[in-house]
T-cell receptor
C-alpha cells in the first residue's frame, strides 16, 4: 500500500550478525504488525504493537526484537539467535486493531 | 490460540467458472474474517472481509459467507478471469491485535 514503506527490499545476513528491517507508515494508523512468510506457507505473526511504546509477542517472537518509539515506525531486528532467518518479512498496519490490515511490499532476507 | 485451516491448497478452474475456497476456525471468540490476494513476490492485498454479525457480503464477482455455528467461512469468486490467478489467504482475528492466517490456496484460472 502507498503509505507503508519497508526497506531494504533485499537483505543479506552473515553468521552471528543482527540485522534491522525498517517499516515506516504515514497512514496515521495506531496498530503495526510484523509477519514472516516462508515459501508456500501463510503468514505467521512475529510481533505487534497497538500503541506507541507498547508491543506484544506474536506466535514466533523468539530470535526477534522490536521497538515502537514513534507512531510512524516499527523496526524489526533479526538477531543472531534466530537460526533460520531466511524468509519474506511483511510489515502491516491497521487504523485500530480490529480494522483491516494493509501490507508493505516486504523485505526478503537471506543468509550469506 | 486460534487455528485456521484452509482448503483446498491448490485450485484450478476454467475461465468463466466459479471458484470456492473454504476456511474453518477453532476459536468462537473470532469476530473478523478478512481475505487477501497475493500475487507472486508481492504483498497481500485485502479483497473482502466480513464481521461476525454478518452472514454474507458481496462485492461484484467476489462474495464471502460466514457460518458462525459451524465455524467456517468461504470465499466465492464468480466468472473467474486469468487475472484472478494468485494465492488467496483467509484469516481470523481472535483477540486484540492477533490474527491467524490460513496456509493459502493457489488459484489458477486457465484461459
Amino acid at each position: 500500500d502507498g503509505g507503508i514503506t519497508q526497506s531494504p527490499k533485499y537483505l543479506f545476513r552473515k553468521e552471528g550478525q543482527n540485522v534491522t528491517l525498517s517499516c515506516e507508515q504515514n497512514l496515521n494508523h495506531d496498530a503495526m504488525y510484523w509477519y514472516r512468510q516462508d515459501p508456500g506457507q501463510g503468514l505467521r505473526l512475529i510481533y505487534y504493537s497497538q500503541i506507541v511504546n507498547d508491543f506484544q509477542k506474536g506466535d514466533i517472537a523468539e530470535g526477534y526484537s522490536v521497538s515502537r518509539e514513534k507512531k510512524e515506525s516499527f523496526p524489526l531486528t533479526v538477531t543472531s539467535a534466530q537460526k533460520n532467518p531466511t524468509a519474506f518479512y511483511l510489515c502491516a498496519t491497521s487504523k485500530e486493531s480490529n480494522q483491516p490490515q494493509h501490507f508493505g511490499d516486504g523485505t526478503r532476507l537471506s543468509i550469506l | 490460540g486460534e487455528n485456521v485451516e484452509q482448503h483446498p491448497s491448490t485450485l484450478s478452474v476454467q475461465e468463466g467458472d466459479s471458484a470456492v475456497i473454504k476456511c474453518t476456525y477453532s476459536d468462537s471468540a473470532s469476530n473478523y474474517f478478512p481475505w487477501y490476494k497475493q500475487e507472486l513476490g508481492k504483498r497481500p492485498q485485502l479483497i473482502i472481509d466480513i464481521r461476525s454479525n454478518v452472514g454474507e457480503k458481496k462485492d461484484q464477482r467476489i462474495a464471502v459467507t460466514l457460518n458462525k455455528t459451524a465455524k467456517h467461512f468461504s470465499l466465492h469468486i464468480t466468472e473467474t478471469q486469468p487475472e484472478d490467478s494468485a494465492v488467496y489467504f483467509c484469516a481470523a482475528k481472535w483477540s486484540a491485535g492477533k490474527s491467524t492466517f490460513g496456509d493459502g490456496t493457489t488459484l489458477t484460472v486457465k484461459p
